[in-house]
């Protein structure tokens, strides 16, 4: 189990804990970004924003963020 953000752009994973509030967890959840979801991630530079495909769907997520949704990989 690592943090989102330490895999490469390209990297499959599956998601599973969101380490934060209830906020962030509804927030995550309304953007279809659930435990059990599969994630890809697009694009990861290393600083700033994110973009990580849920669902058919690009979400872009600021490090601090990223940083609170633990994934498994595949």
């Known amino acids: 189990m690592v ?22 967890y509804s927030r995550m959840a309304s953007l279809g970004l659930t435990e059990g979801s599969s994630v890809k991630v697009i694009q990861n530079f290393g600083r700033g924003p994110m973009i ?7 979400i872009a997520l600021g490090r601090g963020e990223a940083e609170k949704i633990m994934v498994s990989k595949k």
């Open 3 to 24: 943090e989102i953000t330490k895999l490469k752009s390209g990297e499959e994973s599956i998601v599973v804990k969101i380490k934060g509030g209830k906020d962030l």
């Open 52 to 58: 990580i495909l849920v669902r058919d769907t690009r």
